[in-house]
């Protein structure tokens, strides 16, 4: 087949019955490039030669170094079966975990997937991760399962136990997709059963539940893989050879006069061949006979690979080639390396891409079999009802569901990313072959300036002054020599700024049409995640169109399409226009689009669900130039790099640096790498990772440092540190024995009482986990202050209720009596994972849960200046008195609540009568540091918000001004200095984020891999074998803070032979107190009176403190003495 016109591709992209667009998942190194790459090949784009060699999709230079992909990329491709031309929009993702923010772009703007699994690996963890994805975008995979040659030549498996092995890897994949499929219909038949409840239907105790019902009602059977329904290829993508079963069904029914659909459904499964009765009988396994998969198509495969690669019989293979008819090129067939004469026979008789493509054009959806459910998934943002969402947008559902590519159809486009190309890259700026008009035009061209050439050389021989005459008389009409010079410098000038062009960065959006035709230069909305199509329908006018250019409507833009771009790989071709269905490149958004945007024509569009992203990018570094007046450059570099990559982010930290955050080490130095080469092209520096910690607070220790039980003597001494301790606490504080702290305002106003408690850790896991939800219930709650009210899905709803009930039964005992019902506010930032309780007696304010309660109590209102105390409590949250860091697993409990307000003035009492709000922003000035704001969320309509009319509120607030300013910010800072000392009377630790990882590595070196593990303080969870194999699987958590170059030494110290990926986990508490003495004797006889061991916590927080430029309590030198001999000093 030769390369595919660009006609013919244009005329496929107009018939979206035929367009399969898809992406290739798995774990990180299964050979996903390397089927792209035969696939590739089947289209004349690369040479068949090549393929599986070149990996022709990983096109940047450090992909092709390291041997991974690091970005996805698209090609479209053609393909006929059945007499059917298929357009093969392909998109080829990376599998390492730093880069899984790709797969999630990729799996948004296709309809199918190829799940690739390593026959030798099995599952991974990556496999896990992709499948996952494919299922929450309601996408539908099909699998191959590669590198069947590892197991002949590396295994050395027979054909029989072969079988068994890649039974267990069905096996496998299979359980994966059935854990996703039975958590939805649980889910499912959960969501049914409370609409019936709320119908008013059966609330009679008697209800017995059958939970297995709807799991056998529910259709799953095309769901799993299974070789017969087609939906398996067994493949080796490097040895170019795939087949499906389908080819071996027909292959044998021709030659052993068997219906092809009865070996369809035999060949994979417990079957054999009775040769006498020359039946096909059920019971291979117990009857100790081959099965037919064995013996029909395993067998010959591994008898080929015996004669060609590991006999190298030539008279063999001859007689295989001929019965195959397969034909191979002499050079071929010489070659010393017998695995070239291999894949030239297995990619005529079997080439893996006609068995990949038949069964991705025969199982895989087109763009017009889009699930209803999937279109109301990428409408729905958040927790918001379909059905809740106007008119207008519910009607746009058929439009994604028709996939119709008529002008009268709106245009709806999603882009998942945004991709940079060197503009020598882009067509219009390609090297295009010349036609022979322009070759004429130049050499005439050419012949002129050589006879203009000649003419000067002949007048410069001549006499002066006929020249000047000459000069004079040819300056009027045509530029002389003298002129030339000028014109010369426009040229290089011109020159220099084509070189400048060339060097510029452009952007490219990486897109999908879900319906309409996109065409160049047209006018759209570009609409931003919190666009809401209510308000833009309200605010526009009927019927208005993206041309009228009337958009003042927020979080919409309205411009004009750039060019649009077939994506081929490592090349571009301009297209036209686009029609629905189709995935492309859209050039000149960059300003408009910063990662990701929904486009239409239509401003009832809403914006699309925002995409899935499993890595959490948790490695920080700051940047900086090498030479500091390059900053300028470095600070549009990283605007660049941040635009360019879906998931690292840049900010400016408190302290000024400019830091990146990444998700990984991989990634980390791909963004380096980028950011020197190409979007800063500067020499930089990077720090040391920046490693985050929490600060959370624990149950005093019942046991001391050498294990002793703490009798009365310690307490005795840690009462006597109380003591000491309360001497360095300012006289407005007091703490008492339990830990309660009491603080006075300045102005002595207001006295408030907190008292912290450790939150138990499954409600610390919990909080964590649904932080999501906690923000939809605090959006609930700020719309109902506001006297709006907010829509949420009954389905949300269903969930805060579960989350309300777990916090239940994990805050159980006397000292959690109603507390989940008491709860004031979550924090840091209103989501996080610490809780302020309201203890005060007398004061009911609305609950935190009231999404749930059909109805408010009247009695609940909030108290004046309720908002600084949260305000407070968000501030002491977000940074902790350890290291500044965010806290995590606190409880705040405000047991006391005092004001003494003056009575409420006259109007000649105020301050200033004629300008509160002045007075307000002074105020500001006083307390409000950046993080103050993003800690009360930013909303300064909060803080006025309680009982009465704003503005009578203001007035009242500023009448509180006082020479220590207004009276709410006070109450801020003493609710937050209350809950730094409550937290600093509890014993203290840090708190680690903590990787997981799964390291393969056989038994040679497995004491090398524990080693590795133990020096950087990892802990191994789980070790087993993995079945059929030597090898052995290792679980391990390791702190984030230890794992740098952990992998390459894992490497290092293994030759190789076990890579591990590092997937953040969770936090953990590090046992060690950082602020520890010795207090017992026990402890001053095994540490010593300084006790200058190592403590890991406190060598991590006083890095912090360093980094941050605090107080670091640090002996350096203590009695300093110099050791000598004295009696030669005499
Ligand atoms: N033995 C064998 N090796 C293979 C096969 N397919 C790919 N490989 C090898 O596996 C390695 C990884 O292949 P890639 O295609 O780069 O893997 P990938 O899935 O694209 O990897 P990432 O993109 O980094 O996730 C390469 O060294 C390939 O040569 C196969 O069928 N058999
Ligand atoms: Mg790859």
């Known amino acids: 087949m030769g390369h595919t016109s660009l006609d013919k591709i244009i005329a496929l992209q107009n018939k979206p019955a035929n367009i399969r667009n898809l992406c290739i998942l798995a774990h990180v190194d299964h050979g996903k490039t390397t089927l792209a790459d035969c696939l590739v090949a089947s289209n004349g784009i690369i040479s068949s030669r090549l393929a599986g060699k070149l990996r022709y999709l990983d096109s940047r230079e450090d992909e092709q170094i390291r041997g991974i992909t690091m970005k996805s990329s698209a090609i479209s491709l053609h393909y006929s079966v059945g007499g059917e031309d298929y357009l093969i929009n392909l998109i080829d993702s990376p599998g390492h975990v730093d880069f899984s923010s790709e797969v999630s772009t990729a799996v948004r703007l296709c309809d199918g997937a190829i799940v690739i699994v390593d026959a030798v690996e099995g599952v991974c963890p990556q496999t896990q991760a992709v499948l996952r994805q494919a299922w929450l975008e309601n996408i539908r995979p099909v699998l191959v399962i590669n590198k069947i040659d590892r197991l002949i030549g590396e295994l050395k498996l027979t054909s029989q136990e072969a079988y068994t092995h890649l039974q267990k890897i069905l096996e496998q994949v299979n359980a994966v997709t059935g854990s996703l499929f039975t958590s939805k219909v649980l889910e499912e038949r959960a969501e049914k059963d409370s609409e019936v409840r709320e119908a008013g239907g059966g609330d009679n105790g008697e209800q017995v539940y059958d939970w297995s019902a709807g799991l056998e009602e529910s259709d799953d059977s095309d769901l799993y893989f299974s070789p017969d ?72 495969i591994w008898s080929l690979y015996d004669a060609v690669v590991l006999k190298r019989d030539k008279e063999k293979v001859e007689k295989v080639m001929s019965s195959l008819g397969v034909k191979v090129a002499a050079r071929d067939s010489r070659h010393s390396d017998p695995r070239v004469l291999l894949s030239a026979i297995c990619s005529q008789w079997l080439p893996v891409s006609q068995a990949v493509l038949t069964m991705v054009c025969n199982r895989l959806p087109s763009p017009l079999d889009m699930a209803a459910e999937r279109v109301e998934k990428l409408m729905c943002v958040g927790a918001r009802r379909f059905d809740c969402l106007p008119e207008k947008t519910q009607e746009l559902k058929r439009a994604f569901l028709e996939c119709k590519s008529d002008t009268s159809a709106p245009v709806v486009v999603f882009v998942s990313k945004m991709f940079a190309v060197d503009s020598k890259a882009l067509p219009q700026n390609k090297q ?87 065409r160049k230069g047209q006018k759209v909305f570009v609409l931003g995640p919190k666009y809401d199509p209510a308000e833009g329908l309200k605010k526009l006018p009927e019927g208005c169109s993206t041309a009228d250019d009337l958009c003042t409507v927020p979080h919409m833009a309205c411009c004009s399409l750039g060019s649009l771009y077939l994506l081929m790989g490592r090349e571009l071709e301009e297209l036209e226009e686009v029609p629905a269905g189709n995935v492309l490149g859209i050039g000149g958004m960059e300003d408009w689009i910063l990662k990701s945007a929904t486009i239409s024509t239509s401003p009832a569009c809403p914006p699309f669900t925002p995409l899935n992203f499993e890595a959490t990018p948790i490695v920080r570094v700051a940047i900086e130039p090498k030479h500091p007046s390059e900053m300028p450059k470095l600070v549009r570099g990283m605007k660049l790099l941040n635009q360019a990559d879906p998931c690292a982010e840049v900010l400016i930290q408190e302290t000024g640096e400019h830091v990146l955050v990444t998700a990984g080490e991989v990634h980390l130095q791909r963004c380096l790498d980028d950011l020197r080469e190409r979007f800063a092209k500067i020499e930089i520096s990077a720090s040391k990772p920046i490693i985050p910690f929490r600060e959370t607070i624990v149950r005093p220790p019942k046991v001391d440092m050498v294990n002793e039980e703490l009798g009365k003597q310690q307490k005795v001494a840690v009462i006597r540190q109380v003591k000491e301790e309360q001497s360095k606490y300012p006289e407005t504080v007091q703490v008492d024995s339990t830990g309660l702290v009491t603080l006075t305002t300045a102005n002595r106003m207001a006295t408030i009482g907190v008292r912290a408690i450790p939150l138990p850790e499954e409600v610390t896991q919990l909080l964590e986990a649904n932080s999501d939800l906690i923000r939809t219930m605090e959006l609930f709650n700020l719309s109902m202050k506001e006297g709006k009210t907010l829509e949420i899905n009954q389905k949300t709803l269903e969930s805060i209720q579960d989350l309300k009930r777990k916090l239940e039964s994990y805050m159980q005992g006397r000292k959690w009596r109603s507390a989940v019902n008491r709860i004031w506010s979550f924090g840091p930032r209103r989501y996080g994972p610490n809780i302020l309780v309201n203890n005060l007696e007398g004061y009911r304010r609305p609950s935190v849960w009231q999404c749930l309660e059909k109805e408010r109590s009247r009695a609940e209102t909030y108290r004046e200046f309720d908002n600084s105390i949260v305000s407070g409590f968000q501030l002491a949250t977000l940074s902790g008195p350890m290291c500044e860091e965010p806290l995590m697993g606190v409880c705040f409990s405000l047991e006391k609540w005092d004001m003494k307000l003056p009575r409420q003035p006259s109007e000649g009492d105020r301050v200033s009568p004629d300008d509160p709000a002045r007075l307000d922003r002074s105020g500001d000035g006083v307390y409000g540091q950046t993080s103050d704001q993003e800690a009360q969320g930013g909303s300064e309509s909060e803080s006025v918000v309680p009982t009465g009319s704003s503005e009578g509120k203001r007035r009242n607030n500023s009448s509180l001004v006082d020479c220590y300013g207004p009276f709410s910010g006070q109450l801020i800072a003493a609710m937050k200095e209350a809950c730094r000392y409550a937290f ?71 030759s190789g032979l076990a890579s591990p990926q590092l997937i953040f986990s969770h936090w953990e508490v590090i046992s060690s107190d950082p602020f520890w003495v010795p207090t017992t004797e026990e402890e001053y006889l095994h540490f010593g009176e300084k006790a200058d061991s190592i403590n890991q916590a406190l060598k991590y927080m006083n890095g912090v403190r360093r980094r941050k430029g605090l107080y670091v309590e640090e002996k350096i030198v203590e009695h300093a003495e110099k050791q000598r001999t004295l009696g030669k000093n005499k």
């Open 432 to 518: 295009r072959p010349l036609t022979q008009e322009e070759m004429a035009q130049r050499r005439e061209l050419a012949r002129q300036r050589h006879a203009e050439k000649l003419a000067a050389s002949q007048a410069a021989d001549a006499p002066a002054q006929p020249l000047s005459q000459g000069r004079s008389a040819t300056d009027s009409d045509h530029p002389g020599p003298d002129v030339l010079p000028d014109h010369g410098e426009a040229m290089t000038l011109k020159a220099n700024k084509v070189d400048e062009e060339e060097g510029k960065e452009h952007f490219i959006a990486f897109a999908r049409v879900y319906s309409g035709v996109v």
């Open 229 to 300: 329904q087609g939906n398996v290829v067994f493949a080796s993508a490097i040895d170019g050879w795939g087949f499906s079963i389908h080819q071996f069904a027909h292959m044998y029914s021709q030659k052993m006069g068997i219906r092809s659909e009865v070996l369809l459904k035999t060949l994979w499964g417990d079957f054999y061949l009775n040769a006498k009765a020359k039946k096909i009988m059920k019971g291979a396994q117990s009857k100790g006979k081959k099965p037919l998969f064995v013996q029909l198509v395993l067998d010959n």
């Open 984 to 1054: 600093q009377a509890k014993p203290q630790r840090l708190m680690a984020a903590m990787y997981t990882c799964e390291i393969m590595a056989t038994a040679e070196v497995l004491g090398r891999v524990y080693g590795v593990l133990s020096k950087r303080e990892g802990r191994v969870l789980q070790e087993e074998m993995k079945e059929g194999t030597e090898v052995f699987i290792i679980k391990a958590v390791l702190p984030v803070a230890e794992s740098f170059g952990f992998a390459d030494e894992i490497r290092k110290r293994t």
